[in-house]
């Protein structure tokens, strides 16, 4: 993997979703995104919960292909379906989400860390009389 | 949408220092190079000298290069020292600044006495990301991706 000082320089391959890391997982959601119309079905579904007949309404494409789409791209993992009433919704696969989240969530984890002994040190060097005219 | 998933997708920390709520909130603010982890967590090509927080209502934030290049994250939403300051974080997925992309990171800093101050924070609106959320799960899960810069931050942090 290419880096530039340090940093690792991501692929396309590194973005592609899917449940299990293995090449034949990435092969299935390179495919199921490999088609114009599943992809945007994705990405409408990724936006917010959307049932098949949401789907229909917003793409030129009929309720059963809609639904096979939306077969799809669940056997990739990437969308989950959840019966509500009558009506299936779909939506993002819950553990990208929770990723995504957890991604969020340890780097402030980390920012504040370092921001707390920033803050105290700051605070310290401004109480003690003898520092406190080098401040800034 | 429902309770429960506006609430999946809002991160919220707390974290209580000891400092006077303005030094929490300038050290936030105005010294944000100080403790950003920008060895690693930067947009720019070149290495990370400085994160700026412009201190007015449209403010940037951005960060700047060593070789003095700047390189966008977002901008000043809200503007209240030394109590609150809301930012819009703009990058994206793929970690590039995108104008239509949104996440509010709203901060508020809470005086507990005049040496204590609890640092609320609320990162907002996950669902931006949309499409991206779910393709930067693999990313976020394996060893040479996100997973791994955050356990270089831990180690940092715990120094």
């Given amino acids: ?136 | 949408m429902n309770a429960r998933t506006d609430a999946d997708l809002t991160v919220r920390k707390s974290v209580t220092v000891h400092a006077p709520q303005a030094v929490a909130f300038e050290v936030f603010t105005a010294r944000m190079a100080s403790w950003w982890p920008m060895a690693s967590d930067h947009v720019g090509l070149s290495e990370c000298a400085d994160v700026v927080v412009e201190p007015r209502v449209g403010g940037r934030w951005f960060e700047r290069g060593v070789d003095g290049v700047e390189s966008p994250w977002g901008e000043v939403l809200a503007w209240q020292p030394p109590g609150r300051v809301l930012l819009a974080w703009r990058l994206n997925a793929q970690w590039r600044f995108d104008p239509a992309f949104l996440n509010e990171i709203e901060i508020r800093f809470v005086a507990v006495d005049a040496a204590t101050t609890r640092v609320e924070l609320e990162h907002r609106g996950l669902e931006a990301f949309g499409a991206q959320a779910a393709q930067m799960r693999d990313v976020l899960g394996s060893a040479n991706g996100w997973g791994g810069m955050l356990d270089q931050y831990a180690a940092v942090a715990a120094r």
């Fill in chain 1, 1 to 136: 993997m290419q880096s530039v000082k340090g940093k690792r320089m991501l692929s396309v391959i590194d973005y592609l979703p899917m449940k299990t890391p293995d090449i034949a997982g990435r092969a299935r959601a390179f495919a199921a995104l490999g088609d114009a119309t599943r992809l945007q079905v994705f990405q409408l579904v990724s936006r917010r919960p959307l049932s098949v007949a949401d789907i229909a309404g917003q793409l030129p494409v009929s309720r059963p292909a809609v639904s096979q789409h939306l077969r799809v791209l669940a056997d990739a993992g990437l969308v989950t379906c959840e019966s509500l009433g009558t009506r299936n919704i779909y939506r993002p696969d819950s553990d990208a989400l929770a990723s995504l989240r957890g991604f969020v969530d340890s780097l402030w984890d980390v920012g504040l860390a370092r921001f707390r002994i920033e803050a105290e040190a700051v605070a310290r060097e401004r109480a003690a009389p003898r520092t406190r005219k080098e401040r800034r």
